[in-house]
Protein backbone atom coordinates (compact mmCIF):
# COMPACT_ATOMS: atom_id res chain seq x y z
CA UNK A 1 0.00 0.00 0.00
CA UNK A 2 1.05 3.51 -0.90
CA UNK A 3 2.46 5.37 2.45
CA UNK A 4 2.11 8.69 2.32
CA UNK A 5 2.72 11.46 4.88
CA UNK A 6 2.21 14.74 5.69
CA UNK A 7 5.43 16.82 6.77
CA UNK A 8 6.55 16.12 10.01
CA UNK A 9 6.33 18.90 12.57
CA UNK A 10 9.11 17.77 14.34
CA UNK A 11 12.46 17.14 12.18
CA UNK A 12 15.33 19.04 14.67
CA UNK A 13 16.78 19.33 17.34
CA UNK A 14 16.17 22.53 19.35
CA UNK A 15 17.38 24.18 22.21
CA UNK A 16 15.45 22.88 24.67
CA UNK A 17 15.58 19.08 23.89
CA UNK A 18 18.47 18.48 26.79
CA UNK A 19 17.82 15.42 29.02
CA UNK A 20 17.24 15.94 32.48
CA UNK A 21 16.46 14.86 35.62
CA UNK A 22 12.69 14.24 35.41
CA UNK A 23 12.14 14.33 32.31
CA UNK A 24 9.89 12.04 30.61
CA UNK A 25 11.53 9.53 28.10
CA UNK A 26 8.83 9.99 25.81
CA UNK A 27 6.42 12.96 25.25
CA UNK A 28 3.92 12.74 21.92
CA UNK A 29 1.72 15.71 21.14
CA UNK A 30 -1.08 16.14 18.32
CA UNK A 31 0.60 13.07 16.60
CA UNK A 32 -1.40 12.78 13.18
CA UNK A 33 -0.37 9.90 10.89
CA UNK A 34 -2.81 9.17 7.55
CA UNK A 35 -2.31 6.50 5.08
CA UNK A 36 -3.77 7.76 1.92
CA UNK A 37 -7.54 8.40 3.22
CA UNK A 38 -6.84 6.22 6.22
CA UNK A 39 -6.13 8.39 9.26
CA UNK A 40 -4.07 6.35 11.68
CA UNK A 41 -3.37 8.63 14.12
CA UNK A 42 -5.93 11.16 15.06
CA UNK A 43 -3.91 13.91 16.99
CA UNK A 44 -2.48 11.35 19.74
CA UNK A 45 -0.98 12.96 22.79
CA UNK A 46 1.69 10.97 25.04
CA UNK A 47 3.77 11.07 27.57
CA UNK A 48 5.70 8.17 29.38
CA UNK A 49 8.00 8.36 32.60
CA UNK A 50 11.39 7.57 32.45
CA UNK A 51 11.83 3.98 34.56
CA UNK A 52 8.04 3.28 33.32
CA UNK A 53 6.46 0.20 32.02
CA UNK A 54 4.27 2.02 29.79
CA UNK A 55 1.93 0.07 27.91
CA UNK A 56 -0.30 0.66 24.92
CA UNK A 57 -3.42 -1.96 23.76
CA UNK A 58 -6.14 -0.73 21.47
CA UNK A 59 -8.08 -2.95 18.74
CA UNK A 60 -6.65 -4.23 15.74
CA UNK A 61 -5.67 -1.30 13.32
CA UNK A 62 -6.39 1.21 16.30
CA UNK A 63 -2.95 2.68 15.44
CA UNK A 64 -0.43 1.28 17.78
CA UNK A 65 2.39 -0.45 15.40
CA UNK A 66 1.78 3.78 13.71
CA UNK A 67 2.60 5.20 17.00
CA UNK A 68 5.40 2.98 17.73
CA UNK A 69 6.84 3.82 14.37
CA UNK A 70 6.31 7.42 14.72
CA UNK A 71 7.52 7.49 18.33
CA UNK A 72 10.91 5.36 17.20
CA UNK A 73 10.84 7.72 13.61
CA UNK A 74 10.56 4.85 11.63
CA UNK A 75 7.26 6.46 9.86
CA UNK A 76 7.08 10.24 9.40
CA UNK A 77 3.97 12.22 11.57
CA UNK A 78 2.75 15.67 12.17
CA UNK A 79 2.76 16.70 15.46
CA UNK A 80 5.19 16.75 18.31
CA UNK A 81 7.76 14.04 19.15
CA UNK A 82 10.86 14.13 21.97
CA UNK A 83 12.18 10.65 22.68
CA UNK A 84 14.67 10.82 25.51
CA UNK A 85 14.14 14.71 24.89
CA UNK A 86 15.69 15.08 20.97
CA UNK A 87 13.28 14.35 17.76
CA UNK A 88 12.81 10.66 16.90
CA UNK A 89 15.51 11.10 13.82
CA UNK A 90 18.06 12.86 16.13
CA UNK A 91 17.63 10.34 19.20
CA UNK A 92 21.48 8.58 19.96
CA UNK A 93 20.19 5.08 18.50
CA UNK A 94 22.22 2.78 21.13
CA UNK A 95 19.89 4.53 23.67
CA UNK A 96 17.38 2.81 22.35
CA UNK A 97 15.85 -0.83 21.52
CA UNK A 98 13.00 -1.88 19.03
CA UNK A 99 11.35 -5.21 18.47
CA UNK A 100 8.77 -4.00 15.53
CA UNK A 101 5.93 -6.08 15.45
CA UNK A 102 7.07 -7.59 11.74
CA UNK A 103 10.77 -8.09 12.05
CA UNK A 104 12.26 -10.72 9.39
CA UNK A 105 15.86 -10.92 10.36
CA UNK A 106 18.15 -13.02 7.81
CA UNK A 107 17.33 -16.70 8.13
CA UNK A 108 20.54 -18.04 7.41
CA UNK A 109 22.43 -17.23 10.88
CA UNK A 110 21.66 -18.91 13.67
CA UNK A 111 20.12 -17.13 17.21
CA UNK A 112 24.20 -16.73 18.21
CA UNK A 113 25.45 -15.23 15.31
CA UNK A 114 21.74 -13.00 14.30
CA UNK A 115 22.46 -11.08 18.75
CA UNK A 116 26.18 -11.11 17.17
CA UNK A 117 25.52 -9.23 14.38
CA UNK A 118 23.19 -6.68 16.13
CA UNK A 119 25.58 -6.25 18.96
CA UNK A 120 28.26 -5.55 16.46
CA UNK A 121 26.40 -2.51 15.42
CA UNK A 122 27.73 -0.83 19.07
CA UNK A 123 30.73 -0.50 20.35
CA UNK A 124 29.65 -1.43 24.22
CA UNK A 125 27.45 -4.40 23.74
CA UNK A 126 26.10 -6.68 26.04
CA UNK A 127 27.56 -10.00 25.86
CA UNK A 128 25.93 -12.13 23.48
CA UNK A 129 25.68 -14.87 25.95
CA UNK A 130 24.08 -13.64 28.57
CA UNK A 131 21.36 -11.74 26.30
CA UNK A 132 20.10 -15.50 24.70
CA UNK A 133 20.11 -16.65 28.11
CA UNK A 134 18.23 -13.34 29.36
CA UNK A 135 15.33 -14.82 26.74
CA UNK A 136 15.47 -18.29 27.44
CA UNK A 137 17.45 -19.33 23.89
CA UNK A 138 20.46 -20.28 25.40
CA UNK A 139 20.06 -24.01 25.27
CA UNK A 140 19.23 -23.07 20.99
CA UNK A 141 21.40 -20.54 20.10
CA UNK A 142 23.33 -22.43 17.80
CA UNK A 143 20.59 -23.26 15.52
CA UNK A 144 19.70 -21.66 12.28
CA UNK A 145 16.87 -19.11 12.80
CA UNK A 146 15.02 -20.23 9.53
CA UNK A 147 14.63 -23.67 11.86
CA UNK A 148 13.61 -22.15 15.14
CA UNK A 149 9.60 -22.35 15.87
CA UNK A 150 7.76 -19.19 15.68
CA UNK A 151 8.06 -18.39 19.81
CA UNK A 152 12.01 -19.14 19.37
CA UNK A 153 12.28 -16.67 16.68
CA UNK A 154 10.45 -14.12 18.78
CA UNK A 155 12.84 -14.71 21.39
CA UNK A 156 15.83 -14.47 19.53
CA UNK A 157 14.17 -10.95 18.00
CA UNK A 158 13.55 -9.82 21.35
CA UNK A 159 17.50 -10.67 22.20
CA UNK A 160 18.01 -8.45 19.61
CA UNK A 161 16.29 -5.52 21.03
CA UNK A 162 17.89 -5.57 24.22
CA UNK A 163 21.80 -6.46 22.75
CA UNK A 164 22.33 -3.01 23.33
CA UNK A 165 21.18 -2.16 27.33
CA UNK A 166 18.92 0.51 25.86
CA UNK A 167 17.81 2.90 27.79
CA UNK A 168 14.07 3.33 26.27
CA UNK A 169 13.10 -0.21 24.80
CA UNK A 170 10.32 -0.62 22.34
CA UNK A 171 8.47 -3.73 22.41
CA UNK A 172 5.59 -4.33 20.02
CA UNK A 173 3.81 -7.65 20.90
CA UNK A 174 6.78 -9.42 22.03
CA UNK A 175 5.16 -12.02 22.99
CA UNK A 176 3.46 -13.50 20.24
CA UNK A 177 3.28 -17.06 19.30
CA UNK A 178 5.29 -17.86 22.69
CA UNK A 179 4.26 -20.49 24.45
CA UNK A 180 3.31 -19.79 28.46
CA UNK A 181 6.61 -20.79 30.37
CA UNK A 182 8.52 -18.53 27.36
CA UNK A 183 5.87 -15.82 28.07
CA UNK A 184 6.93 -16.00 31.52
CA UNK A 185 10.28 -15.71 30.62
CA UNK A 186 9.94 -12.48 28.62
CA UNK A 187 7.57 -11.16 31.66
CA UNK A 188 10.53 -11.52 34.03
CA UNK A 189 12.77 -10.05 31.60
CA UNK A 190 10.62 -7.12 31.41
CA UNK A 191 10.58 -6.56 35.60
CA UNK A 192 13.81 -6.90 35.29
CA UNK A 193 15.15 -4.24 32.93
CA UNK A 194 12.38 -2.22 34.60
CA UNK A 195 14.10 -2.69 37.52
CA UNK A 196 16.95 -1.66 36.25
CA UNK A 197 15.87 1.31 35.01
CA UNK A 198 14.87 0.88 31.43
CA UNK A 199 12.03 2.22 30.19
CA UNK A 200 9.81 0.31 28.44
CA UNK A 201 7.06 0.80 25.62
CA UNK A 202 5.19 -2.29 25.36
CA UNK A 203 2.04 -3.04 23.13
CA UNK A 204 0.88 -5.86 23.37
CA UNK A 205 -2.98 -7.79 22.73
CA UNK A 206 -2.27 -9.86 25.82
CA UNK A 207 -4.24 -7.85 28.43
CA UNK A 208 -3.05 -9.78 31.77
CA UNK A 209 0.55 -9.32 30.12
CA UNK A 210 0.05 -5.17 30.24
CA UNK A 211 -1.87 -5.55 33.72
CA UNK A 212 0.53 -7.36 35.36
CA UNK A 213 3.49 -5.18 33.64
CA UNK A 214 2.56 -2.10 32.91
CA UNK A 215 2.59 0.87 35.81
CA UNK A 216 0.30 3.22 32.91
CA UNK A 217 -1.62 1.90 30.47
CA UNK A 218 -2.83 4.03 27.29
CA UNK A 219 -5.87 2.91 25.25
CA UNK A 220 -5.66 3.59 21.53
CA UNK A 221 -9.41 3.33 19.60
CA UNK A 222 -9.54 4.65 15.72
CA UNK A 223 -6.51 6.48 16.14
CA UNK A 224 -7.40 7.77 19.27
CA UNK A 225 -6.22 7.79 23.54
CA UNK A 226 -9.54 6.99 24.38
CA UNK A 227 -8.14 6.46 28.37
CA UNK A 228 -4.80 6.06 29.87
CA UNK A 229 -3.91 5.43 33.99
CA UNK A 230 -2.17 2.94 36.37
CA UNK A 231 -4.21 -0.21 35.27
CA UNK A 232 -5.94 -0.78 38.83
CA UNK A 233 -7.51 3.18 38.36
CA UNK A 234 -8.41 2.13 34.86
CA UNK A 235 -9.91 -1.31 36.18
CA UNK A 236 -11.84 0.90 39.13
CA UNK A 237 -13.11 3.34 37.07
CA UNK A 238 -14.39 1.21 33.44
CA UNK A 239 -14.04 -2.38 34.70
CA UNK A 240 -17.44 -3.11 36.26
CA UNK A 241 -18.45 -5.25 38.88
CA UNK A 242 -16.95 -8.89 40.24
CA UNK A 243 -19.12 -11.07 38.56
CA UNK A 244 -20.36 -15.07 39.02
CA UNK A 245 -20.68 -16.51 35.69
CA UNK A 246 -23.16 -19.48 35.91
CA UNK A 247 -22.82 -21.73 33.22
CA UNK A 248 -25.82 -23.75 32.47
CA UNK A 249 -26.17 -27.39 30.85
CA UNK A 250 -27.49 -26.93 27.81
CA UNK A 251 -30.69 -24.89 28.31
CA UNK A 252 -30.53 -21.29 28.03
CA UNK A 253 -31.94 -19.42 30.54
CA UNK A 254 -35.66 -17.61 29.98
CA UNK A 255 -36.60 -14.26 31.24
CA UNK A 256 -38.54 -16.02 34.31
CA UNK A 257 -35.38 -17.63 35.01
CA UNK A 258 -33.07 -14.71 35.96
CA UNK A 259 -36.54 -13.05 37.60
CA UNK A 260 -36.87 -16.07 39.75
CA UNK A 261 -33.25 -16.00 40.84
CA UNK A 262 -33.32 -12.38 41.40
CA UNK A 263 -36.42 -12.77 43.20
CA UNK A 264 -34.66 -15.66 45.57
CA UNK A 265 -31.34 -13.42 45.88
CA UNK A 266 -33.31 -10.62 47.38
CA UNK A 267 -35.20 -12.06 50.03
CA UNK A 268 -33.89 -13.78 53.41
CA UNK A 269 -30.55 -13.44 54.57
CA UNK A 270 -28.95 -13.88 50.72
CA UNK A 271 -29.33 -10.28 50.03
CA UNK A 272 -26.72 -9.22 52.03
CA UNK A 273 -23.65 -11.25 50.60
CA UNK A 274 -24.57 -9.99 47.17
CA UNK A 275 -24.29 -6.16 46.63
CA UNK A 276 -27.56 -4.51 45.93
CA UNK A 277 -30.00 -3.38 48.80
CA UNK A 278 -30.87 -4.87 52.30
CA UNK A 279 -32.91 -7.61 52.55
CA UNK A 280 -36.20 -6.94 53.40
CA UNK A 281 -35.87 -3.63 51.54
CA UNK A 282 -38.13 -2.62 48.72
CA UNK A 283 -35.27 -1.23 46.26
CA UNK A 284 -34.43 -3.79 43.48
CA UNK A 285 -32.09 -6.45 43.67
CA UNK A 286 -28.48 -7.51 41.72
CA UNK A 287 -28.31 -7.03 38.18
CA UNK A 288 -28.43 -10.50 36.68
CA UNK A 289 -27.53 -10.78 32.98
CA UNK A 290 -28.01 -13.88 30.20
CA UNK A 291 -25.36 -14.70 28.72
CA UNK A 292 -24.24 -17.39 25.88
CA UNK A 293 -24.22 -20.19 27.76
CA UNK A 294 -26.12 -19.42 31.76
CA UNK A 295 -26.33 -15.84 33.26
CA UNK A 296 -23.73 -13.89 35.35
CA UNK A 297 -24.89 -11.91 38.58
CA UNK A 298 -23.31 -8.67 38.89
CA UNK A 299 -21.49 -7.59 42.35
CA UNK A 300 -20.95 -10.64 44.01
CA UNK A 301 -17.82 -11.24 46.32
CA UNK A 302 -16.55 -14.32 47.24
CA UNK A 303 -19.08 -14.84 50.40
CA UNK A 304 -21.45 -14.12 48.13
CA UNK A 305 -20.90 -17.48 45.87
CA UNK A 306 -23.03 -19.52 48.57
CA UNK A 307 -26.08 -17.37 48.22
CA UNK A 308 -26.38 -17.43 44.54
CA UNK A 309 -26.57 -21.28 44.82
CA UNK A 310 -28.97 -20.91 47.54
CA UNK A 311 -30.92 -19.05 45.30
CA UNK A 312 -30.33 -21.13 42.23
CA UNK A 313 -31.86 -23.89 44.19
CA UNK A 314 -34.47 -22.13 45.00
CA UNK A 315 -35.43 -20.64 41.31
CA UNK A 316 -35.18 -24.61 40.27
CA UNK A 317 -32.11 -22.99 37.98
CA UNK A 318 -29.88 -25.97 36.99
CA UNK A 319 -25.94 -25.51 36.41
CA UNK A 320 -22.82 -27.19 35.38
CA UNK A 321 -20.22 -24.81 36.74
CA UNK A 322 -19.47 -21.41 38.24
CA UNK A 323 -16.98 -18.95 37.73
CA UNK A 324 -16.22 -15.94 39.65
CA UNK A 325 -14.17 -13.30 38.28
CA UNK A 326 -12.86 -10.00 39.61
CA UNK A 327 -12.67 -7.16 36.77
CA UNK A 328 -9.84 -6.73 35.06
CA UNK A 329 -7.95 -4.84 32.14
CA UNK A 330 -9.75 -6.93 29.80
CA UNK A 331 -12.90 -6.08 30.73
CA UNK A 332 -11.40 -2.75 30.64
CA UNK A 333 -10.57 -2.67 27.27
CA UNK A 334 -13.68 -4.73 26.24
CA UNK A 335 -15.60 -2.02 27.58
CA UNK A 336 -14.02 1.04 26.04
CA UNK A 337 -14.13 -0.52 22.99
CA UNK A 338 -17.51 -1.22 22.46
CA UNK A 339 -16.72 -5.01 22.06
CA UNK A 340 -18.21 -6.51 25.38
CA UNK A 341 -20.11 -8.92 25.58
CA UNK A 342 -23.87 -8.13 24.97
CA UNK A 343 -26.62 -10.60 26.30
CA UNK A 344 -28.38 -11.92 22.83
CA UNK A 345 -31.81 -10.34 22.30
CA UNK A 346 -34.95 -11.93 21.15
CA UNK A 347 -37.93 -14.95 22.10
CA UNK A 348 -38.88 -15.96 25.19
CA UNK A 349 -34.85 -16.16 26.08
CA UNK A 350 -33.81 -13.73 28.97
CA UNK A 351 -32.81 -11.35 26.16
CA UNK A 352 -32.07 -8.35 27.99
CA UNK A 353 -30.42 -8.14 31.31
CA UNK A 354 -32.71 -7.99 33.87
CA UNK A 355 -31.05 -4.92 35.41
CA UNK A 356 -32.78 -4.18 39.15
CA UNK A 357 -29.17 -2.63 40.44
CA UNK A 358 -28.45 0.15 37.99
CA UNK A 359 -27.32 0.22 34.78
CA UNK A 360 -24.01 -0.48 34.15
N1 LIG B 1 1.75 0.97 5.40
C1 LIG B 1 0.44 1.20 5.47
N2 LIG B 1 -0.25 1.54 4.37
C2 LIG B 1 -1.56 1.80 4.44
N3 LIG B 1 -2.30 1.73 5.56
C3 LIG B 1 -1.67 1.37 6.69
C4 LIG B 1 -0.26 1.09 6.70
N4 LIG B 1 0.09 0.79 7.96
C5 LIG B 1 -1.04 0.84 8.71
N5 LIG B 1 -2.09 1.21 7.94
C6 LIG B 1 -3.47 1.39 8.40
O1 LIG B 1 -3.43 2.26 9.52
C7 LIG B 1 -4.34 1.82 10.51
C8 LIG B 1 -3.58 1.55 11.80
O2 LIG B 1 -2.73 0.44 11.58
P1 LIG B 1 -1.73 -0.08 12.72
O3 LIG B 1 -0.92 -1.17 12.09
O4 LIG B 1 -1.02 1.06 13.30
O5 LIG B 1 -2.75 -0.65 13.78
P2 LIG B 1 -2.45 -1.58 15.03
O6 LIG B 1 -3.21 -1.01 16.17
O7 LIG B 1 -0.99 -1.75 15.22
O8 LIG B 1 -3.11 -2.93 14.58
P3 LIG B 1 -2.75 -4.47 14.99
O9 LIG B 1 -3.24 -4.65 16.38
O10 LIG B 1 -3.55 -5.26 14.00
O11 LIG B 1 -1.27 -4.66 14.83
C9 LIG B 1 -5.04 0.61 9.95
O12 LIG B 1 -6.25 1.03 9.36
C10 LIG B 1 -4.07 0.11 8.88
O13 LIG B 1 -4.75 -0.55 7.86
Known amino acids: MNETAAPSASTSASADDATGEGTPSVVGEGIRRSYGDVVALDGVDVSVEAGEVFGLIGPNGAGKTTLVRALTGTTDAEGTIRVLGSPP ?179 GETAAAVDGPAAGSDADGPTIEATTDGLRVLGVRPEGIGAVVDALAAAGVEFESLTWAEPSLEDVYLRLTGEEFSPRAGGDAAGDAVRRGGDR
Open 89 to 267: DAVDSRRIGLLPQSFGPPERLTARELVDYYGGLYDDARDPEAVLNDVGMGDDADAWYETLSGGQKRRTCVATAIVNDPDLLFLDEPTTGIDPAGRRSIHRLIERLAAGGTTVFLTSHAMDEVERLADRVALLRDGEVVAVGAPADLIAEHGGDPRLEVAMDGSNPVAADLEAVRTALHT
